[in-house]
């Protein structure tokens, strides 16, 4: 008991005290920096974007396509893309993941997720959420997986993953919805209890990402419930996951 005592003095606080201004590495690619004014129109990144995230005339990054390669930002050889380490991408609204050069990140972060009194009322004080893995490549899911660790340690803000949905107050989808994941993920969608919300994590599961023309891909699910929140990336940082739900319940600072 006392080696215990000892160690957990020694090591201190292991998880990040202030999540929703915590530091990222300067290597992580988000939030994209467009300039207009740089473009020459060659179209060079259009034809590299494996996701058909980019429109030119003038320029825009749909972040619900968007990889985050950084393929065009490599590309350009005048810089008129680059991507910026702000790591707070979510969105309410799928319409507002199409970034401009209008739109900056501290704009975005301002205007990106609707906070929505109904859910406030509900969820702002616990969140226990099913993820679901609908033929993901366990990118996403790993990184899930580390919201619950010592370093990020999600459960703190009263937001857990939960094995059965029933026990669940809403779903997480990662993966572009196989064929043979259509029925289970629908099936687990009717388990949970009213109300209940859906979120969509990850390139994948917001728009099919790299497998958006496969055939064995089954997509119905979206157009018959609504979606409640979008989290874009590929795959998503622990950060952008829990300042998302953080903003969405009306935790945020």
Do not use: W
Not at 49 to 62: E, H, M, R, Y
Not at 185 to 204: A, N, R, W
């Amino acid at each position: 008991m006392l080696d215990t005592l000892k160690s957990r003095i020694f090591q201190g606080n292991q998880f990040i005290k202030d999540i929703q201004n915590a530091p990222m590495r300067e290597q992580f690619r988000g939030y994209p920096i467009i300039k207009n004014s740089s473009c020459d129109n060659c179209q060079k990144c259009l034809s590299v974007c494996p996701t058909g995230a980019l429109k030119l005339n003038p320029i825009s990054i749909d972040l619900g396509r968007c990889t985050l390669c950084g393929a065009c930002k490599n590309i350009c050889q005048n810089h008129a893309i680059d991507f910026s380490n702000f790591y707070k991408l979510a969105s309410t609204s799928r319409e507002k993941l199409v970034i401009t050069e209008a739109v900056q990140a501290e704009d975005y972060d301002k205007i990106a997720i609707k906070v929505r009194k109904e859910i406030t009322n509900i969820f702002s004080k616990s969140l226990k959420l099913r993820q679901v893995s609908a033929a993901g490549c366990n990118g996403c899911e790993m990184e899930l997986n580390a919201c619950s660790n010592a370093n990020f340690d999600m459960g703190r803000f009263g937001i857990d993953f939960v094995a059965s949905p029933r026990h669940a107050d809403g779903i997480v989808i990662t993966g572009p919805i196989s064929k043979n994941m259509a029925y289970a993920l629908e099936d687990c969608y009717k388990s949970v209890p009213d109300p209940k919300i859906v979120i969509l994590c990850g390139t994948c599961a917001i728009s099919g990402g790299v497998y958006q023309n496969s055939e064995e891909t089954n997509r119905e699910f979206l157009e018959k419930y609504p979606i409640d929140l979008y989290i874009p990336s590929c795959p998503v940082h622990p950060l952008t996951f829990i300042n998302a739900l953080l903003g969405f319940t009306g935790r945020k600072k």
